[in-house]
């Protein structure tokens, strides 16, 4: 079993930033992708980033690259989430996850364990 317990969340003007924290415990995760997504009001869940335990591939989404950035403290099994030039559409709950990729890639493609997620609003 693993707990993931996110944190860092709140209020931001746009254009500001933010960084979410994940801190992981329970049974060994090295073979395993954590990472984030997000869920707005009246949307459908959706990948934001993630990075392999073991060896550090990254992926990101689309509408997040170059303004996101993720990162693991292993020392701490903790994974990072810097959110800068945030817009008013990344208001959402981010919620962090680990699971596993069907490709080599750092995108999630099943999810084992979730966090119970952190809100992030971003106002004009």
């Known amino acids: 079993q693993v707990q993931l317990v996110e944190s860092g969340g709140g209020l931001v003007q746009a254009g500001g930033s933010l960084r979410l924290s994940c801190a992981a415990s329970?049974?060994?995760?090295?073979?395993?992708?954590v990472g984030w997504f997000r869920q707005a009001p009246g949307k459908e869940r959706e990948f934001v980033s993630g990075i392999r335990w073991s060896g550090g591939t990254i992926s990101y989404a689309d509408s997040v690259k170059g303004r996101f950035t993720i990162s693991r403290d292993n020392a701490k099994n903790t994974v990072y989430l810097h959110m800068n030039s945030l817009k008013l559409e990344d208001t959402a709950v981010y919620y962090c996850?680990?699971?596993?990729?069907?490709?080599?890639?750092?995108?999630?493609?099943?999810?084992?364990?979730w966090g119970k997620g952190t809100l992030v609003t971003v106002s004009s």
């Open positions: 329970g049974r060994p995760f090295s073979s395993y992708v």
């Open positions: 996850a680990a699971g596993t990729s069907d490709s080599g890639s750092a995108y999630l493609d099943r999810v084992h364990y």
